[in-house]
């Protein structure tokens, strides 16, 4: 109980955090240092690509992600519209002849979008990470089926079941899901884990707060350094 209370206000906490970085919007490529390959980050519903800075210039100056270019899609329109577009950043963002790996950290459905780039447009991606992502679906999106979107999102979905029929075309690609303890719109155990992926926890944090947890920061560090 006690736990349960503590996460909730820490999505209290990460909200008052979110607000304020939804405006930071930019698709310009943000260099800390040279090397070949670009990290691309991918936010939730309902959300920008500037909610993820704060992780990102933690990997950046890391030296972990020296290159790194932050998508940002609408809450309209579909999965599918938003991979080509997100494919459309990923080009334009590398250099003429760069053949370094693109490398992925995608929030929520952000996850979801990053595995549609990689498994149904077929776009190489060496290593992903997915946080807090409904991978079998968010059971509370079967209530808002008039916004097309969130209906990709109920579990059953037409756009769940493509990506769990080519969930094989992941097998080049190192996965790794940061599932939060206490997160009540994406189930832990049902949803947010993927078979055949390094699935890890955070302990006492919800859907928001696992964003700027510096345990998340460090699980997403791990899964994109060079091994």
Same mark, same amino acid.
């Given at each position: 109980m006690r736990a =349960?209370?503590? @996460?909730?206000?820490?999505? !209290?906490? #990460?909200? =008052?955090?979110? +607000?304020?970085?939804?405006?930071?919007?930019?698709?310009?490529? !943000?260099?800390?240092?040279?090397?070949?390959?670009?990290?691309? /980050?991918?936010?939730?519903?309902? =959300?920008?690509?500037? +909610?993820?800075?704060?992780?990102?210039? /933690?990997?950046?100056?890391?030296g972990i992600a020296p290159r790194q270019v932050h998508f940002t899609f609408s809450p309209t329109g579909s999965l599918a519209e938003h991979a080509r577009k997100l494919d459309d950043l990923v080009k334009r963002a590398r250099?003429?002849?760069?053949?370094?790996?693109?490398? !992925?950290?995608?929030?929520?459905?952000?996850?979801?979008? @990053?595995?549609?780039?990689r498994q149904v447009l077929g776009r190489p991606v060496e290593r992903l990470v997915c946080i807090a992502t409904p991978h079998r679906g968010v059971p509370r999106a079967a209530a808002f089926k008039a916004l097309p979107l969130v209906d990709e999102l109920a579990p059953g979905s037409s756009t769940l079941a493509l990506l769990d029929a080519t969930h094989a075309?992941? #097998?080049q690609t190192? +996965?790794?899901? +940061? !599932?939060?303890t206490h997160d009540t719109l994406v189930p832990p155990a049902q949803s947010a884990q993927l078979a055949g992926a390094r699935n890890v926890h955070v302990h006492g944090v919800g859907h928001l707060g696992?964003? /700027?947890?510096?345990?998340?920061?460090?699980?997403? @560090?791990? =899964?994109?350094r060079v091994r």
């Open positions: =349960a209370k503590t @996460a909730k206000w820490r999505e !209290i906490v #990460a909200l =008052a955090k979110h +607000v304020p970085l939804m405006p930071t919007v930019s698709t310009d490529v !943000i260099e800390y240092g040279p090397t070949k390959g670009l990290t691309v /980050f991918v936010h939730g519903y309902l =959300a920008t690509g500037g +909610v993820l800075r704060p992780l990102g210039e /933690f990997l950046g100056k890391s250099r003429h002849g760069d053949d370094g790996p693109v490398h !992925i950290v995608g929030h929520s459905l952000g996850g979801l979008l @990053a595995r549609y780039y075309r992941l #097998a190192e +996965v790794t899901c +940061v !599932i939060p696992v964003l /700027f947890e510096q345990e998340t920061w460090e699980h997403v @560090a791990h =899964a994109l």
